[in-house]
């Protein structure tokens, strides 16, 4: 079993930045990728970016191309979302998810990704 937990979420003005971080534990943890979505209130879960754990390899949402970086520490288990130039309709709940199978692909589906933290709450106010 893998448990991920997710921090640094929190209320910013349009235009702030915040930088979430995802810390991956558990028995064994061997992910081929990991990534972000986000959810906001009446909203199907949305994708954000992920990265491949071998080699770096990105994927961003067109939403958020040019504004968010992912980055991971593989010694940590940890990845990374830094959000800049946020604006009201990033607010969202972001969710952090990891991929067991073999070699991602890019997939934008939640459905690409197995294991999923709890969520931590990101406000960006106009």
């Known amino acids: 079993q893998v448990q991920l937990v997710e921090s640094g979420g929190g209320l910013v003005q349009a235009g702030g930045s915040l930088r979430l971080s995802c810390a991956a534990s558990g028995r064994t943890f061997s992910s081929s990728a990991m990534g972000w979505f986000r959810r906001a209130p009446g909203k199907e879960r949305e994708f954000v970016a992920a990265?491949?754990?071998?080699?770096?390899?990105?994927f961003f949402a067109d939403s958020v191309k040019g504004r968010f970086t992912i980055s991971r520490d593989n010694a940590k288990n940890t990845v990374n979302l830094q959000m800049n130039g946020l604006k009201p309709e990033d607010t969202a709940v972001y969710l952090c998810a990891a991929r067991s199978r073999a070699y991602y692909t890019g997939s934008l589906s939640p459905m690409a990704f197995d294991y999923w933290g709890q969520g931590t709450q990101v406000t960006v106010s106009s």
């Open positions: 990265i491949r754990w071998s080699g770096g390899t990105t």
